[in-house]
């Protein structure tokens, strides 16, 4: 069974264009995220999402929008894409450390975006 | 400054050989620290937290140096299955759940 899941894998698409990335967790964790890996291969949080609620959202242009229908499930929607987007894109999911849980983060498989 | 630097290497060893990565952390209330593996076109795993006292899982050491602001992880009899990127990931305590990945070091066991 996969712990977190991704969906697509890959996306090739133009700039311009909006696109949508899904991640989901049956882990059971409260906590999810989603990061980007540019080509230095740094890895930068992008947001986070407790119990459903925003608690992160870093400096990330407003084209950017992610949305969680529940705890188990992290979107990410794109607009506009541009050519600087490209990169692969993480979700990864942990128990909330405040109720004692562990602050381990399990990720995804990744999304190769590629904006042409 | 970087919240979190490490050599990007490659590191080039032999099977065998021992071979240590530092990461250096700019704040110094830090108090979570760990070490991630991530093999080519993979995503991340957690190797191994980092804990005040150090730890050891089998050929991997793990230190915390507080007062120079690095931690250190130290692989003993490297293995071809070693070749991979460490990225060292620190949890700053004034941001709840986030957590600042280094760019990592990349290992390179040759035969």
């Known amino acids: 069974d996969t712990a977190v899941s991704q969906t697509p894998k890959y996306l090739v698409t133009q700039m311009g264009n909006d696109k949508s990335i899904k991640c989901e967790q049956n882990?059971?964790?409260?906590?999810m995220y989603w990061y980007k890996q540019d080509s230095k291969k740094f890895l930068k949080i992008m947001f986070s999402?407790?119990?459903?609620?925003?608690?992160i959202n870093e400096t990330v242009p407003n084209r950017f929008s992610p949305k969680s229908p529940d705890k188990a499930h992290l979107n990410l929607h794109i607009n506009s894409l541009e050519l600087g987007d490209s990169a692969v894109y993480f979700c990864?999911?942990?128990?909330?450390?405040?109720?004692?849980?562990?602050?381990?983060?399990?990720f995804g498989p990744g999304t190769r975006l590629l904006v042409l | 400054r970087k919240e979190v630097e490490q050599d990007p290497g490659p590191f080039n060893v032999p099977e065998g050989a021992t071979v240590a990565f530092n990461c250096t952390y700019s704040?110094?209330?830090?108090?979570?620290f760990f070490w991630y593996r991530q093999d080519c076109r993979k995503e991340p795993k957690l190797l191994m937290s980092?804990?005040?006292s150090g730890n050891e899982d089998g050929r991997f050491t793990a230190q915390l140096n507080r007062a120079s602001q690095y931690i250190s992880l130290l692989i003993r009899d490297s293995k071809l299955s070693d070749s991979a990127t460490y990225l060292c990931?620190?949890?700053?305590?004034?941001?709840?759940?986030?957590?600042?990945f280094g760019s990592g070091t990349k290992l390179n066991v040759k035969p």
């Open positions: 990864a999911s942990s128990q909330d450390w405040t109720s004692g849980g562990q602050e381990t983060q399990y």
């Open positions: 882990l059971g964790h409260d906590t």
């Open positions: 999402y407790n119990n459903k609620e925003l608690i």
């Open positions: 704040n110094s209330a830090s108090q979570s």
């Open positions: 980092v804990y005040s």
């Open positions: 990931v620190v949890d700053p305590p004034q941001d709840f759940n986030k957590f600042y």
